[in-house]
């Protein structure tokens, strides 16, 4: 069955670096989503993209995040500058149409020290 | 804007017992989707159920089932038969247009 990839699974990074998390998203798919979740808490939306541009961010995606879509398979998460507070599970999430459910990675863990 | 709204932070039930999640929500749209999904401790979304809003017969995957009250905007989860492996939390979504609305989940534990 195919599934929505997500690597790495954990990351630990220095307060400042830059990081980028990578997600492989369900072949026939045409929309991709990057989602949230501090430990404990809810689930929060971050970006959507469709058509190789972004259709639709949150509050939380400012100028630290970026996405990109790079080569056709892969959809990148990158943080410039990573602050502890960008400690939390990202979720990637592709969907083949817009009204179909979203398919979600595993999760990658970023832990920021 | 759409809210979900998911009032029990956390229950739990007896295995082989049949519990009921509630979620409420919010939206002036016409076409949306609401789903259930399912986060173990892998913290993994796993996918439950969903149902169409233009529907008005409740969705149905083996042991879940929802109460789809479209006039009350409700959308809850019945598990039947519980089982061990139905440990997790639980979170209710709306779907309208592109983004996902995730409500702050309801955290279940099955006792043997």
């Known amino acids: 069955e195919p599934e929505v990839t997500q690597t790495p699974s954990h990351q630990v990074t220095q307060m400042g670096q830059e990081v980028i998390l990578r997600c492989v998203p369900i072949?026939?798919?045409?929309?991709f989503y990057w989602y949230r979740q501090i430990l404990g808490q809810k689930v929060e939306f971050l970006v959507s993209?469709?058509?190789?541009?972004?259709?639709?961010k949150s509050e939380i995606f400012d100028d630290q995040f970026s996405v990109e879509r790079p080569d056709g398979s892969n959809f990148t998460l990158k943080i410039r500058s990573t602050k502890l507070e960008d400690s939390a599970m990202y979720f990637c999430?592709?969907?083949?149409?817009?009204?179909?459910?979203?398919?979600f990675g595993q999760g990658t863990r970023l832990t920021v020290v | 804007a759409q809210t979900v709204t998911q009032s029990q932070p956390e229950m739990s039930v007896q295995e082989a017992e049949t519990v009921t999640l509630s979620c409420t929500y919010d939206t002036s749209e016409n076409n949306y989707y609401l789903f259930w999904y399912k986060q173990p401790p892998s913290r993994q979304m796993i996918l439950v159920i969903r149902q169409e809003a233009y529907k008005q017969q409740n969705a149905t995957e083996n042991r879940f089932s929802v109460n789809f009250q479209k006039a009350a905007k409700s959308f809850s989860l019945k598990i039947s038969d519980s089982q061990l492996g139905d440990t997790a939390m639980y979170f209710c979504?709306?779907?309208?247009?592109?983004?996902?609305?995730f409500g702050t989940g309801t955290s279940l534990t099955v006792i043997p």
């Open positions: 979504a709306i779907i309208t247009g592109n983004q996902f609305y």
């Open positions: 072949s026939n798919h045409l929309y």
């Open positions: 999430a592709s969907r083949r149409t817009r009204d179909t459910e979203a398919f």
């Open positions: 993209f469709y058509n190789n541009e972004i259709s639709e």
